[in-house]
C-alpha cells in the first residue's frame, strides 16, 4: 500500500479498486474425501438442488459433512458418482465446494438423477433453457417451508423465534398452510403445542404483530 495521500490521488483508482494497493489472498485449503451419497433438495421457488453427502472431514477449522452441487449439470462437469473421492475446498473460506473427483472405483456408482419431486412425487419439469430441475407444484411442502423460512427471516420481516423446526410444527399442525396464515394465529392455539408456554406463545406473537410495521423493502 501506498500510505502518502498526494501519491494516492495522483496513481487514482479503476472502477473496481484502487491503484496505490493490492491484497494478496492465501490459497485455500483443500482436501480430499468420499461421497457417501447424494440427495435432493427442493428450495423455495421449486429448484431441485443436488446435496454430496460427504465422508466427514476437517478443512478450515471446520468439520464438513455436506457439499451443494447446485445442478445437474455440475454433476456432469465434475464427472462424479457416488462412492468417489473428491477434492473439496471452502470457497472463500466459508462455503464447502468440490472442485474436481481425484479417484473413481469399481464400487463408485452413477448418480440418478430424479424424475419426480423428492417431497410431493409431482413430475419435474424444465423452464425455457434454464438447466435447473423445478417442481411446478406450489403446495409442495419443502417449498411451502422454504417460503415461510425466508419471509421470517433476519434480512426480510424479521420474525423472531419462528425458526425451521416452529415452522414444521405449526405446518403439521395444521395452524399454518402458507405465509397469510401466520397472521391469523392465536395465542390460545399456540399454548397447546410442545416448547410453547405462556411466554414464549405472547412473544411470537408480539413479534408477528411487529413484522406488519416492517418497511416495504423488508416485505
Known amino acids: 500500500k501506498v500510505n502518502h495521500y498526494t501519491q494516492q490521488d495522483q496513481l487514482g483508482a479503476t472502477n473496481k479498486a484502487p491503484r496505490w494497493a493490492i491484497a494478496v489472498k492465501f490459497a485455500e485449503e483443500e482436501v480430499d474425501t468420499i461421497i457417501k451419497n447424494i440427495h435432493f433438495q427442493v428450495g423455495r421457488t421449486g429448484t431441485i438442488t443436488p446435496v454430496a ?9 471446520a468439520t464438513i459433512t455436506n457439499a451443494t452441487l447446485h445442478n445437474m449439470d455440475e454433476i456432469e462437469r465434475l464427472d462424479i458418482k457416488i462412492g468417489d473421492k473428491v477434492r473439496l475446498k471452502r470457497a472463500g473460506e466459508v462455503i464447502p465446494k468440490i472442485i474436481k473427483q481425484t479417484q473413481t472405483f469399481p464400487h463408485s456408482t452413477p448418480i440418478t438423477i430424479p424424475t419426480h419431486c423428492p417431497c410431493c412425487n409431482t413430475e419435474l419439469i424444465k423452464e425455457g433453457t434454464e438447466v435447473a430441475l423445478k417442481c411446478p407444484n406450489d403446495d409442495c ?10 419471509y421470517v427471516s ?12 416452529i415452522i414444521e410444527i405449526l405446518l403439521e399442525k395444521g395452524l399454518i398452510t402458507d405465509i397469510n396464515d401466520l397472521y391469523r394465529i392465536k395465542k390460545e392455539d399456540l399454548i397447546t403445542l410442545d416448547r410453547f408456554a405462556d411466554k414464549s406463545s405472547e412473544n ?8 406488519k410495521e416492517k418497511p416495504l423493502e423488508s416485505l
Request: charged share 25%; hydrophobic share 40%.
Open 204 to 211: 411470537l406473537i408480539t413479534a408477528i404483530e411487529k413484522s
Open 141 to 150: 411442502i419443502n417449498q411451502v417451508k422454504a417460503r415461510i423460512s425466508h
Open 154 to 165: 433476519r434480512n426480510a420481516m424479521d420474525i423472531d423465534g419462528l425458526g425451521d423446526s
Open 53 to 61: 453427502q460427504l465422508e466427514p472431514v476437517k478443512l478450515s477449522g
